[in-house]
């Protein structure tokens, strides 16, 4: 399978506690987004990464989100000190982006965070 | 405020008719449209997309018409199957001056088909 993956799927945890999620992306794509879906919304940006560098955050990214794709291929997502407001599904995308070009982006399955 | 909206919440076809999903947009920046397939506890499924310098693009049984002038678009499945039964997501993008075409979603469309 050469699709996006994110681990875990599935997170329980406690308010105030850190979780931390992975996405690897398709190999060859060198544009990596983040995005977070909550119950009847549809997804909404978070993060973006050009290779390692990443270049634009959503101001729904407080500053206890901090996101990484330190050898711009896998990237993590980081929440510190949770809060029942961050319980979501947080995707992955990735795309193949060409300067000036339209891309299409494929997201992974998700990981969905439940935050007691 | 909501730049891209989808505002039937739910369809339901019989197994073999027309579905028609539909999407409006306020961006007139928006240049690319992408509509993506999501089954529950999945991540989205790529669809079909079309840029803003064409009106129609068919693949299969999915075609999207877009009416820039009207700013909406429209997902037309013929014939409709019960595996298309799924929430179906309106996005659009452009370039957003930092790098980045961020998708921007509508709430999509439940689309049940009745064999």
């Known amino acids: 399978d050469t699709g996006v993956s994110q681990n875990p799927r599935h997170k329980i945890t406690k308010r105030g506690q850190n979780v931390t999620f992975r996405c690897d992306p398709i190999?060859?794509?060198?544009?990596l987004y983040w995005y977070r879906q909550t119950l009847g919304q549809g997804p909404e940006f978070l993060t973006y990464?050009?290779?390692?560098?990443?270049?634009?955050k959503s101001r729904l990214l407080s500053d206890r989100f901090s996101a990484e794709r330190p050898k711009g291929s896998f990237s993590t997502l980081e929440i510190q000190r949770t809060e029942q407001g961050d319980s979501a599904m947080y995707l992955c995308?990735?795309?193949?982006?060409?300067?000036?070009?339209?891309?299409?982006?494929?997201f992974g399955p998700g990981t969905r965070l439940l935050v007691l | 405020d909501q730049q891209v909206k989808q505002n039937s919440p739910s369809l339901s076809v019989q197994e073999g008719r027309i579905s028609i999903l539909n999407c409006d947009y306020t961006?007139?920046?928006?240049?690319?449209f992408l509509w993506y397939k999501k089954y529950p506890a999945e991540g989205p499924t790529f669809l079909i997309s079309?840029?803003?310098?064409?009106d129609k693009n068919e693949d299969g049984r999915f075609t999207v018409f877009l009416n820039k002038s009207a700013k909406h678009l429209s997902l037309h499945i013929v014939p409709s199957q019960p595996g298309d039964s799924a929430v179906y997501f309106c996005?659009?993008?452009?370039?957003?001056?930092?790098?980045?075409?961020?998708?921007?979603f509508g709430k999509g469309t439940k689309l049940s088909v009745i064999p």
């Open positions: 995308a990735s795309s193949l982006g060409e300067w000036g070009g339209q891309e299409t982006q494929y």
């Open positions: 190999s060859e794509h060198n544009r």
């Open positions: 990464f050009q290779n390692e560098a990443q270049l634009e």
């Open positions: 961006n007139s920046m928006f240049d690319y």
């Open positions: 079309i840029s803003s310098i064409k």
């Open positions: 996005a659009a993008t452009s370039y957003s001056g930092a790098g980045s075409y961020q998708l921007t």
